[in-house]
Nanobody, 127 residues
């Protein structure tokens, strides 16, 4: 059974940093897209950042590149999201998800293709 377990969320002041981790187990996909989504209260879910195993390409949501960095440690089966210069608008529950697909030149986080989701970790940024 595939499991995704997020950790690293918490309360941080504006301008601070957090690193989220997603520990993946139980999947042996040859090709996949894994990444992060977030959902703030009263808002729709949005793709934050994803990475494709097919070619290593990455995607970042609007205005996030430069502040957020996604990385993948295959030896540890863990994907990270380093978040710097956090803003109150980044407050949300952050979810890890994985899709068993081949995807070159990633231009989105393909939410509709995601096969498995974690339970989420809450990030709260105070002003």
């Amino acid at each position: 059974e595939v499991q995704l377990v997020e950790s690293g969320g918490g309360l941080v002041q504006a301008g601070g940093s957090l690193r989220l981790s997603c520990a993946a187990s139980g999947f042996t996909f040859d090709n996949y897209v894994i990444g992060w989504f977030r959902q703030a209260p009263g808002k729709e879910r949005e793709g934050v950042s994803c990475i494709s195993s097919s070619d290593g390409s990455t995607y970042y949501g609007d205005s996030l590149q430069g502040r957020f960095t996604i990385s993948n440690d295959n030896a540890k089966n863990t994907v990270y999201l380093q978040m710097n210069d956090l803003k109150p608008g980044d407050t949300a529950v952050y979810y890890c998800a994985v899709a068993s697909i081949i995807y070159y030149y990633l231009v989105e986080c393909p939410a509709n293709d995601m096969d498995y989701w974690g339970k989420g970790t809450l990030v709260t940024v105070s002003s």
